[in-house]
């Protein structure tokens, strides 16, 4: 009998996209991370980043169990568009700002585990923001990495996105450092549209009313003119027949 040498069967490793939690605990926090989403995706339009919220982020490879699931996090030097899930070894980074929208069910996880653990893997910067003020007075906390060690943000502004951040009711609002210029969520957006959609109809309307009225102008110019010249013909045909008018 010929001898046979043992097959080894290896398993891939599976790593999920998901467990079956509710992405936010209300309306107030979902609609924070899907609007923070929003700004900072259109922010990075063209650059080599991602925003990704609520999705697995992978930093132990070989332990699919070892993840956290940040509401929105922003990583640099990697390629745009969406993702399952966030490897950090098949992407060679780590996020460089995070998101959290916390609330008293959150807070100790948010406050310990996730900061212990955003420090550990270099984060630049960790944001809280609690939409509801439960146990944030202020609502907005921030901490920025400074040798390896997170310290409190006191100026409102994140290094990494060259953003200014301020409260605005329920929201995160995002102004550029650069311009000052806001960085309109989708409302926003849709409200600016209209308006310049406004605007531009009624400029069309004024350019249209102010064709319509030179080219009323213009006939009735032009309608002088013609009966002006007829009545000139008409004198010349009286001369040539009775001579000058008498005066």
Do not use: C
Not at 129 to 136: A, C, L, M, S, V
Not at 220 to 230: G, I, M
């Amino acid at each position: 009998m010929t001898a046979t040498s043992p097959i080894t069967q290896t398993t891939p490793i599976v790593y999920p996209s998901a467990d079956g939690e509710p992405v936010a605990e209300t309306y107030d926090h979902l609609y924070a991370i899907l609007t923070t989403l929003e700004v900072l995706k259109q922010y990075l339009v063209g650059r080599q980043a991602t925003v990704l919220a609520n999705q697995f982020l992978y930093y132990a490879q070989g332990f699919p169990k070892v993840r956290t699931a940040p509401d929105v996090m922003v990583i640099f030097d990697v390629a745009p568009g969406g993702r399952d899930n966030y490897k950090t070894w098949e992407e060679g980074q780590v996020p460089v700002v995070i998101f959290e929208m916390t609330s008293p069910g959150t807070k100790d996880q948010d406050k310990t585990f996730k900061k212990t653990l955003y420090e550990q893997l270099g984060v630049q910067e960790y944001w809280l923001f609690d939409p509801k003020g439960e146990w944030i007075a202020e609502k907005l906390q921030g901490y920025r990495l400074r040798e390896d060690t997170y310290t409190p943000i006191t100026d409102s502004r994140s290094e990494p996105l060259k953003l200014r951040l301020a409260v605005e009711g329920k929201l995160i609002g995002f102004y550029r450092e650069d311009t000052g210029e806001k960085l309109l969520i989708p409302d926003e957006l849709v409200a600016a549209l209209n308006q310049e959609t406004q605007a531009r109809l009624l400029a069309q309307t004024q350019a249209e009313q102010e064709r319509q009225r030179a080219e009323q102008e213009r006939q009735q110019r032009e309608l002088a003119q013609q009966q002006l010249a007829e009545m000139e013909a008409m004198l010349a045909r009286y001369r040539e027949r009775f001579g000058e008018l008498p005066e």
